[in-house]
């Protein structure tokens, strides 16, 4: 299969009437560009009656630009590894959400996260087992790579 070009990408979802994460990646010196041509691309090509797609990115920089060209669209910080910053860089940029590592999760940081006012999702989880934990401390949805495991859908 060939990699679909993101208006592609768009319009199919926009078709089967799908919502998205848009994870943005881009090498140093070129959040600016990358954000540009996203955001642009969103604004004539994503269906105004849907729901909005979430854009992403580990990368702080994405995010400060996102924040910088006013994104009318709702942002996730990403975290792979705990920073004790990411509520000053929360606060400041308002995300939807904190999208964080399974791994580095635990309940106290689940609270506090929760407690700021923010969603929380977490990633990537492939047991029931995880999922069931992270539930339980409050993590309001996960990413996966089996989603039969959690859907009887077979992959």
């Known amino acids: 299969?060939?990699?679909?070009?993101?208006?592609?990408?768009?319009?199919?979802?926009?078709?089967?009437?799908?919502?998205?994460?848009?994870?943005?990646k881009a090498s140093v010196g070129h959040e600016d560009v990358?954000?540009?041509?996203?955001?642009?691309?969103?604004?004539?090509?994503?269906?105004?009656?849907?729901?909005?797609?979430?854009?992403?990115?580990?990368?702080?920089?994405?995010?400060?630009t996102?924040?910088?060209l006013q994104c009318p669209y709702p942002i996730a910080i990403l975290l792979h590894h705990w920073d004790d910053r990411w509520l000053a860089f929360a606060q400041d940029i308002k995300p939807v959400s904190v999208n964080v590592r399974a791994e580095v999760l635990t309940a106290a940081r689940v609270k506090a996260i929760k407690q700021a006012g923010y969603g929380l999702l977490s990633y990537?989880?492939?047991?029931?087992?995880?999922?069931?934990?992270?539930?339980?401390?409050?993590?309001?949805?996960?990413?996966?790579?089996?989603?039969?495991?959690?859907?009887?859908?077979n992959e």
């Open 124 to 153: 990537t989880v492939n047991t029931l087992e995880k999922a069931d934990e992270l539930f339980a401390w409050g993590v309001d949805g996960i990413f996966t790579d089996r989603i039969g495991l959690f859907t009887g859908i």
């Open 34 to 64: 990358l954000c540009r041509k996203v955001l642009d691309a969103l604004q004539s090509l994503w269906p105004a009656n849907f729901e909005p797609p979430i854009l992403s990115s580990f990368n702080p920089v994405i995010i400060e």
């Open 1 to 24: 299969e060939s990699i679909p070009e993101f208006s592609a990408f768009l319009k199919t979802l926009g078709t089967l009437g799908l919502n998205s994460n848009v994870e943005l």
């Open 66 to 68: 996102l924040k910088k």
